[in-house]
């Protein structure tokens, strides 16, 4: 058992209270883009719940849980306690109370700007301070993960760095080197601007900032998902981790490779240079490299995994495999769902395909197969596994939990392809209608949304067996289990290979040169440009 | 590093289908200059309803043939509401906006790119189908994001009042 229990506990309960509250929200918006008559139906709502919804979902529901686990990860690796216990627990009153800030300028109807919130779509300052101090509150973690981890390096000269954490660190150093773009946009432009004290901004370089940190916020989410795969999964699935040393080649490319791709969300922006589009992209390709990586090792542990239950043929370890629990099915149902989305993803990263799916249905189709399902059901695995040991109480309603994957799978697919369809035929997102005139172009959409509603009624039946489970777990479940936490062990340890995978510094130093070359010279640039700020506006 | 000779293989394939990817881009884009809209001039917002072009967006046929629209896109509508343009010809966008950030998307074309205040968007696309397109606003603007629409005609004779061949250039 781990000493920071009741610290991570917290931050786990954060993160599935979070989720709860935005999977209502969700059920009210896939029932409003079919377009059924709801009494409480109105743009201002759906917006505010858009917002809500992103925000807890992509910001709170993720960031909590990945705290969470990454003291447990930490403490259990290390097996140590944390170097300044105090200041994690600063550092998660500090987020909850951003979180807690922000929600509240939501919820009220002050901050409908989406969780994007591009200016000059203007919010009260309480979200966007707290906004900024959910951030705060993560960098203490990162602070206090850091410290635990050189306290123990100086105390184990030469030791390899366990697995678990080294993920754990790519995760770290990817939001350390991603959160300074959002803190620049928050300290520099949006605060002071929302509070009167700065009259216009500069909407291109609040994109630029928004996205150098938007999109290695796909890794943060994605990294602690991989750990799971790679460290956990293995292990439940009753074999071992097939490669110790690509596990941890793929975590470092991700150190390296995450940042400096963050202009492909802005390929359709004006006022920044082609050719800078140009090399983001080609970074991003490169960055599918250990997404690729993965799928192969991790269904390799899976086989390995089937062959040690005895498995002979071509395809029939696959039956041997632990369908029925849910700390397995969730994993590999969410592996199955990402391999979908990397398809997806290598076309809207391709500079001219990108035009035709850009903010269209196609990209929440697509997010909802990544962080909504491979890194979002991963957790829920996750949670399967932890809450059980962390509150010493056995899992409650272990039926629900045993089929709640596989109706999230279901429901997923009914999004997530309607989705897709309706985006290649030019529907947009974000819309809380599609009338447009009574355009008959827009009337082909309506099958589309129709299927991704019943979609979203699956998905939320799921997650409410997800969250019946883990209440009636935390609240209701019987004392006494006792169980200790395992990760998976390698075929073949990683021994003296590649060594040089453990120079973490070495990494960071390269990601950092990386982030300066894709982003120094577009932003001096940009801002020795003669360019025209906008003011605030309110219309929502 | 030992890795076997399975992982070797599939790295080697990650590798090669990546390889593809790049090239294929670099083709596209190099070959057949098929590049996202990445024009650089800068307005002033304020002044934006009274500068050239966006004081009376508008449709101008030029000489050799081709067409400038001037868009202008506010909460919550495109000006002008019904755009002519003529079929097979290039026709160049160039659209700002005077309040926040909207999208302009031709439905079922490659037509899409963000109209950002301060800037002005602009890139030329041609259309081979005469016909009615849907043009949406796709980035939330607001509480009327979902009501943003307008029109595009697409013609093979397009009849413009008055200033025909006055070739705005751009
Ligand atoms: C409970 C199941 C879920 C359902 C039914 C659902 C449904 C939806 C719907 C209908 C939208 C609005 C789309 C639009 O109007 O553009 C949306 C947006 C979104 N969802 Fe979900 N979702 C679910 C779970 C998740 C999860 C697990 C995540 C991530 C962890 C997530 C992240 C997002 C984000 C980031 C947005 C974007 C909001 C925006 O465009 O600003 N969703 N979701
Ligand atoms: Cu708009
Ligand atoms: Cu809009």
Do not use: D
């Given at each position: 058992m781990i000493a920071s229990r009741r610290l991570a506990l917290a931050n786990f309960w954060v993160g599935i209270g979070a989720f709860g509250i935005a999977s209502v929200m969700a059920l009210m918006q896939a029932l409003s883009r079919a377009d059924l008559d709801l009494p409480w139906r109105t743009p201002g709502m759906y917006y505010m719940s858009v917002t809500a919804h992103g925000v807890l979902m992509a910001l709170v529901f993720t960031t909590f849980i990945i705290m969470g686990f990454g003291y447990v990860v930490t403490e259990r690796t290390l097996e140590r306690a944390l170097v300044g216990r105090q200041v994690a627990w600063v550092g998660f009153w500090v987020a909850l109370a951003g979180t807690a800030?922000?929600?509240?300028?939501?919820?009220?109807?002050?901050?409908?700007?989406l969780y994007t919130f591009y200016p000059p779509l203007m919010a009260h300052p309480a979200f966007y301070i707290g906004a900024t101090l959910l951030v705060v509150g993560s960098w203490l973690w990162c602070g206090v993960i850091l410290r635990t981890w050189l306290a123990w390096k100086k105390d184990n000269p030469g030791a390899r760095i366990p697995l678990p954490l080294v993920g754990m660190l790519a995760a770290i150093f990817v939001w350390?080197?991603?959160?300074?773009?959002?803190a620049a946009e928050m300290l520099f432009q949006l605060i002071p601007w929302s509070l009167g004290l700065k009259e216009t901004v500069d909407p291109v370089l609040a994109r630029t900032l928004f996205w150098w940190f938007g999109h290695p916020l796909v890794y943060f989410w994605l990294i602690p998902a991989y750990v799971v795969w790679y460290t956990v999964t293995?292990?439940?699935?009753?074999g071992k981790l097939f490669s110790d040393p690509l596990a941890r080649l793929v975590f470092v490319l991700f150190i390296v490779l995450s940042t400096p791709v963050g202009f492909h969300h802005q390929l359709l922006d004006p006022g920044i240079p082609a050719g800078w589009k140009f090399f983001h992209t080609m970074n991003t390709e490169l960055i599918l490299f250990p997404s690729f990586v993965t799928a192969f090792t991790v269904v390799a542990s899976f086989e390995v995994a089937g062959r040690m239950k005895g498995a002979t043929g071509w395809f029939d370890w696959l039956e041997k495999l632990p369908w029925g629990n849910p700390q397995f099915s969730s994993v590999a149902l969410a592996m199955l769902i990402f391999a979908i989305g990397g398809f997806g993803g290598a076309i809207n990263a391709a500079f001219g395909m990108n035009a035709m799916v850009h903010n269209t249905a196609w990209i929440q189709g697509h997010f909802h197969l990544t962080v909504g399902t491979a890194t979002a059901l991963t957790f829920m695995g996750l949670c399967y596994w932890l809450i059980p040991i962390l509150t010493k109480r056995e899992l409650e309603l272990g039926l629900l939990a045993r089929v709640q994957p596989y109706i999230w799978f279901m429901g997923m697919l009914l999004f997530s392809v309607s989705n897709h369809l309706t985006g290649?035929?030019?529907?947009?997102?974000?819309?809380y209608e599609f009338d447009y005139g009574g355009s008959p172009i827009a009337q082909e959409w309506a099958a589309g949304t129709g299927i991704s509603a019943l979609g979203g009624v699956f998905l939320f039946v799921s997650a409410a067996c997800f969250m019946a489970v883990m209440l009636g777990t935390g609240l209701a479940g019987k004392k006494g289990y006792e169980e200790d936490i395992e990760f998976a062990e390698p075929l073949e340890p990683a021994g003296d290979k590649a060594r040089i995978l453990d120079k973490m510094w070495l990494w960071v130093t390269i990601g950092v040169v990386l982030v300066m070359a894709a982003y120094a010279v577009p932003i001096i640039q940009h801002i020795m440009m003669d360019t025209f700020g906008s003011t605030g506006f309110r219309l929502f | 590093m030992n890795v076997d000779l399975y992982e070797r293989f599939w790295m080697w394939s990650s590798g090669g289908i990546i390889a593809v990817f790049i090239a294929s881009i670099i083709y596209t884009s190099a070959a057949q200059s098929l590049q996202p809209p990445s024009h650089v001039e800068t307005i002033d917002p304020q002044t934006a309803r009274t500068s050239p072009g966006f004081a009376q967006p508008s449709v101008t046929l030029n000489a050799d043939g081709s067409a400038t629209v001037h868009i202008m896109a506010q909460m919550f509508a495109f000006l002008p509401t019904e755009i002519r343009v003529p079929r097979g010809q290039p026709i160049t966008f160039r659209m700002t906006s005077p309040d926040v950030i909207h999208g302009f998307q031709i439905v079922k074309t490659n037509g899409n790119a963000m109209v950002v205040p301060g800037y002005v968007t602009q890139f030329t696309t041609r259309f081979d189908t005469p016909g009615e397109y849907l043009i949406v606003c796709n980035e939330y603007c607001g509480l009327g994001h979902h009501i943003m629409f307008s029109t595009l005609i697409v013609e093979d004779d397009v009849e413009m009042a008055g200033d025909v061949g006055a070739g705005a250039g751009q």
């Open positions: 800030a922000a929600a509240v300028a939501i919820l009220t109807g002050n901050a409908s700007i350390l080197l991603a959160t300074p773009g959002v293995p292990r439940v699935a009753g290649l035929q030019g529907m947009p997102r974000r819309v | -």
